[in-house]
């Protein structure tokens, strides 16, 4: 396996993993904080929304054990508190200990809220995974899946939902998941789903080995994402951490992930069953990021784009270990578009590349799919890069006949480490502009000098939302 500059060898990522075993091990410790019997006592936070109403989780027979699952003290709240859905909305208050949990659905106006000591865990029985349908833009699982477990925290068709707390932790306990991902019946569940649903804040929490995706809005609007600390092994297999899916106007920010796949993944439905649904991502900011993912990339456009992608800012990003930096995967079948993608002011350290566009990423759902179904890739921006320790600088396919334009660098520098590629750039089927790159780009992006890539000036509707200091 490639990290940094070198190669990792089999013993060698196993005590990576035993590292990073520990370092999951004190983040879930809770130093036997038993919670006062669940009081809520008086505190603060910042939200989209303040609430009228407020319960404790012991208020519903809740007991923070590690041992009693508490499922039915879930969904007993929720039926509950559901009565102030219109007269102010409610909290759910979570106290120190440990929660055993299997899959529960939130409510409409609606806090979750975790203390610091509190800890969510995910129940290793599968039958306390609900088994619900495919995605329509999806058709099928990875494997030919036709139906999928239910993430451990599920909303569908929601309105002002809110997920935070004070750096509590969400542990989904996901490694009986993954060494028997390839005999399931069913994909893996994700940590936190939540399907059409709209004004959404999932914001202070620490999320720790997720059977799959950790964060996967779909269908969604008005999403706000920020202050999380995400952390799985390395090795995990498919443990995105954010992965927006046919969503409009996103904000994710001050975020640390550490992943066994991509930090971040935007999405949009697979071949025929995504360019049916035709729902796109769009209005997208992602900024102030610290991303290490060793087996991949820090921001990964696709696959899954059918539905297209479009109007992506990405700033400010920090990375070390990272396999990749910006990745963008499509093919012939796919349909969709990938375009108005702007990146800037990100520093990275220790990769194997640095850009990656592909348009022979070919998974498929089924046979179904249109063999003519051809992708848009056009406007992609990237300016003030700094990337150390570099193996290659970019790799840039296109599709034969089906180019992938409108590409420009500018103010890109690369320094190389001792065993780097002799070809730092290399493009087929691509064409764009390049400016200050360092190593020099290839000759299908034209060398102008004193050119700046461009970012959008103008605010996202997102970023317009204040967050209100609410009080318990």
Not at 233 to 242: V, Y
Not at 352 to 380: C, Q
Not at 406 to 415: D, E, I, L, P, Y
Request: glycine share 10%; net charge positive; with cysteine.
């Amino acid at each position: 396996m490639w990290f940094g500059n070198r190669i990792l060898s089999t013993t060698q990522l196993s005590k990576m993993s035993i590292v990073v075993a520990i370092v999951l091990a004190l983040l879930t410790t809770n130093n036997g904080v038993e919670g006062q019997q669940g009081k809520i006592g008086s505190f603060e936070y910042m939200a989209m929304s303040c609430r009228s109403h407020s319960a404790s989780l012991t208020d519903f027979g809740g007991v923070g054990d590690g041992r009693t699952s508490n499922t039915k003290a879930f969904q007993a709240a929720m039926n509950s508190l559901s009565r102030f859905s219109s007269s102010g909305g409610s909290l759910l208050f979570v106290p120190p200990g440990k929660w055993l949990t299997g899959s529960f659905s939130l409510i409409s106006h609606f806090t979750l809220y975790l203390h610091k000591d509190a800890v969510l865990l995910a129940s290793q029985n599968e039958n306390d995974w609900p088994i619900i349908k495919q995605l329509p833009s999806y058709g099928k699982g990875k494997n030919g899946e036709i139906g999928r477990f239910r993430s451990l925290i599920y909303g569908t068709n929601l309105n002002d939902v809110i997920i935070t707390g004070d750096m509590g932790t969400i542990n989904g306990q996901g490694d009986i998941w993954w060494k028997k991902s390839k005999s399931l019946r069913y994909t893996r569940p994700c940590l936190i789903e939540l399907v059409y649903s709209t004004n959404v804040q999932i914001s202070r929490l620490n999320l720790l080995n997720s059977p799959s995706w950790n964060i996967h809005p779909v269908y969604s609007s008005n999403i706000i994402i920020q202050g999380l600390r995400i952390i799985a092994p390395i090795n995990s297999p498919n443990t995105d951490g954010i992965d927006p899916d046919s969503c409009t106007n996103i904000k994710i920010e001050d975020c640390f992930i550490v992943s066994g796949d991509d930090c971040v993944s935007l999405k949009s439905g697979w071949d025929q069953y995504g360019i049916a649904f035709g729902m796109p991502t769009k209005q997208v900011i992602i900024r102030r990021l610290t991303c290490s993912s060793p087996q991949q990339a820090v921001i990964t456009l696709g696959s899954e784009m059918s539905g297209g992608i479009e109007d992506v800012r990405v700033e400010d990003i920090v990375t070390t270990n990272t396999k990749s930096g910006v990745r963008i995967k499509t093919t012939v079948g796919r349909g969709g578009f990938v375009k108005d993608i702007y990146f800037r002011r990100m520093n990275m350290k220790y990769m194997r590349h640095v850009l990656l566009m592909t348009g022979d990423y070919s998974t498929h759902a089924d046979h179904g799919y249109d063999h003519k179904a051809f992708p848009l890739v056009h406007n992609i921006n990237y300016r003030d890069i700094v990337a150390q320790s570099v193996r290659m600088t970019a790799q840039l396919d296109g599709i034969s006949g089906h180019p992938f334009t409108g590409m420009c660098f500018s103010n890109v520098t690369v320094s190389l480490s001792a065993i780097a590629e002799k070809v730092q750039w290399n493009c087929l089927d691509v064409s764009g502009v390049s400016s200050g790159v360092v190593p020099k780009a290839c000759g299908l992006l034209s060398d102008q000098q004193k050119t700046t890539c461009y970012f959008p000036n103008d605010v996202l509707p997102i970023e317009k939302v204040v967050l209100k200091k609410c009080y318990v």
